[in-house]
């Protein structure tokens, strides 16, 4: 070999040696998991909290070696971690805008997949000593809005940021502002806490807190609050309360859905985990947590009773 050439051939070999261990690397950094092996991080709005964790408990018990790390946060948050890398599913009432799949895609490198898979109703909590639990969606908007002449104080898991607030504020308020009056608790446990104590509070909260009377948890908040009627969407003069049936027949004034978004480019723990949400089993945990499912719904049938 011509002495010349030495420092040439050096440079090549060092490249090459480069060039490998990068691929190397990325080889090594290429996610493993599987649906039923590996671990992931899920960002979920805290106002769901009793069912996905349910959800979560049975499909780890069927697949031992997969850890679901679920985040619970306000809506606002979770929907910034379409932008985190390492959150691999985002759980909320609404999924991605255009703009933030292009981001995603952009700059995450990743093309998201969604699905709604059930539906859930905003309940409306009062004190055990409340008198009045009958409100029209006309008296929603006034307490909220701090334009009511009665003396109630409307408590939500916040004063921004929450799937509950945003709610009332796009769909019952229809872009308008909650009032002054208002009282932000920390979560929906602070809500039902609050309400508890304050005889003139009136608090709003995600049904499936309170909703499932299998569950000693959700009837022990519940026996803490009284829940309230409101004017059916079917006729006037008729007041429901939260239920599946109402879910279903559409007569429940506030109802919002449940939706997931997964962020993988390969069927890893995410998707494993979003099929489970969304087949038989998944779909009747939603059921047993008083959430209509949407994916395997429930139905009414018509039905006789005949005597002996």
Request: aromatic fraction near 10%; charged fraction near 20%; glycine fraction near 6%.
């Amino acid at each position: 070999m011509n002495i010349r050439t030495w420092p040439f051939m050096c440079f090549v070999v060092a490249v090459n040696l480069f060039l490998n261990t990068g691929c190397e690397s990325k080889n090594q950094a290429k996610p493993t998991d599987t649906y039923n092996n590996g671990v992931i991080h899920v960002s979920c709005d805290e106002s769901f909290k009793p069912v996905i964790d349910a959800e979560v408990s049975v499909y780890e018990a069927s697949y031992p070696d997969t850890k679901i790390i679920v985040h619970y946060k306000p809506e606002a948050e979770c929907l910034r971690d379409f932008n985190n890398d390492s959150i691999r599913m985002v759980i909320a009432t609404r999924s991605y805008t255009e703009a933030e799949k292009r981001f995603m895609i952009d700059s995450v490198h990743v093309d998201p997949d969604h699905l709604t898979i059930a539906r859930d109703i905003i309940a409306v909590v009062l004190n055990p000593a409340a008198k009045d639990t009958f409100f029209n969606m006309n008296e929603i908007r006034d307490l909220i809005t701090g334009k009511s002449k009665k003396n109630l104080i409307p408590v939500f898991d916040g004063n921004r940021a929450t799937s509950t607030v945003r709610y009332m504020i796009d769909s019952v308020l229809k872009g308008g502002n909650l009032g002054q009056n208002v009282v932000a608790a920390q979560s929906s446990i602070g809500v039902i806490d609050y309400v508890s104590k304050t005889e003139n509070a009136v608090g709003f909260v995600g049904f499936s807190w309170i909703g499932n009377q299998d569950d000693p948890a959700q009837v022990a908040l519940a026996n803490k609050i009284k829940v309230a009627y409101l004017e059916s969407t079917d006729s006037a003069n008729w007041y429901v309360k939260p239920s599946q049936l109402f879910i279903y027949t559409k007569s429940y004034p506030m109802v919002r859905d449940l939706v997931y978004v997964i962020k993988e480019n390969y069927q890893g723990l995410g998707h494993g985990f979003g099929k489970f949400l969304a087949s038989m089993r998944g779909q009747l945990i939603f059921r047993r947590a008083y959430l209509m499912p949407v994916i395997h719904p429930n139905y009414i049938r018509d039905a006789e009773l005949q005597k002996d």
